[in-house]
């Protein structure tokens, strides 16, 4: 049971270029997202899913986009990176429980330098 | 929307003291969930603590406790008799009442460092 993985760890690109990240989880769940995390902030909600086939936006959605074409993966994509999007990029599940949330796994996120 | 504010960038404590982060919040909910996270230099995100706003009685995990003030939009942490693996950045965290579907809001951080 591998839980929250994410592919690449590391990744350097240029402005302008374009590049996707993965996320994979085998805990079945249901619920998808996607944060980013920059020094000094904490984590910021970019884009989530709350099933197969469906997206939403977040706090923070411009210049991403995303795919929840399996229950499993959900990809973010960067179409023409800005040095801005220089973060880290945290991906997590969780499931919906009657009477309240469960709790969100993390993957151990993908740090991405924008130059 | 909701917002999650740490007043506290950094805090320094000696081994086995005892520390507590606070943190505050602001929304229009009467019910939601509160968090607080880990986050060690190893960069993964640790679930410590989660509090529901409907019950009353403070949550409690080990040598980690919460003292949760509806009213007053207050969430604190506190860890008793801290260890060197205490050290980390520890982040207050909101949900709302849609079983996460939209998931988490978070403050900035308070850097904990556990002095030997």
């Known amino acids: 049971n591998a839980g929250v993985t994410q592919t690449p760890k590391f990744r350097v690109l240029k402005t302008g270029q374009s590049m996707t990240l993965l996320c994979a989880q085998d805990?079945?769940?249901?619920?998808m997202y996607w944060y980013r995390q920059d020094p000094g902030m904490g984590l910021r909600l970019i884009h989530y899913?709350?099933?197969?086939?469906?997206?939403a936006k977040g706090e923070v959605p411009d210049g991403y986009n995303v795919s929840r074409l399996k229950k499993q993966n959900f990809l973010l994509g960067l179409e023409s990176a800005a040095p801005s999007q220089t973060s880290v990029y945290f991906c997590?599940?969780?499931?919906?429980?009657?009477?309240?949330?469960?709790?969100?796994?993390f993957g151990p996120g993908t740090r991405l330098t924008v130059l | 929307a909701q917002t999650v504010t740490q007043s506290q960038p950094e805090m320094s404590v000696q081994e086995a003291e005892t520390v507590t982060l606070s943190c505050t919040y602001d929304?229009?909910?009467?019910?939601?969930?509160l968090f607080w996270y880990k986050q060690p230099p190893s960069r993964q995100m640790i679930l410590v603590i989660r509090?529901?706003?409907?019950?009353?009685q403070n949550a409690t995990e080990n040598r980690f406790s919460v003292n949760f003030q509806k009213a007053a939009k207050s969430f604190s942490l506190k860890i008793s008799d801290s260890q060197l693996g205490d050290t980390a950045m520890y982040f207050c965290?909101?949900?709302?009442?849609?079983?996460?579907?939209?998931?988490?809001?978070f403050g900035k951080g308070t850097h904990l460092i556990i002095q030997p």
């Open positions: 965290a909101f949900m709302k009442p849609r079983g996460g579907a939209d998931g988490l809001t």
């Open positions: 509090q529901e706003a409907y019950k009353q």
């Open positions: 805990m079945n769940h249901e619920y």
């Open positions: 997590a599940s969780s499931s919906p429980l009657a009477g309240g949330p469960d709790e969100q796994f």
């Open positions: 899913s709350v099933g197969e086939g469906t997206t």
């Open positions: 929304t229009s909910e009467s019910n939601y969930y």
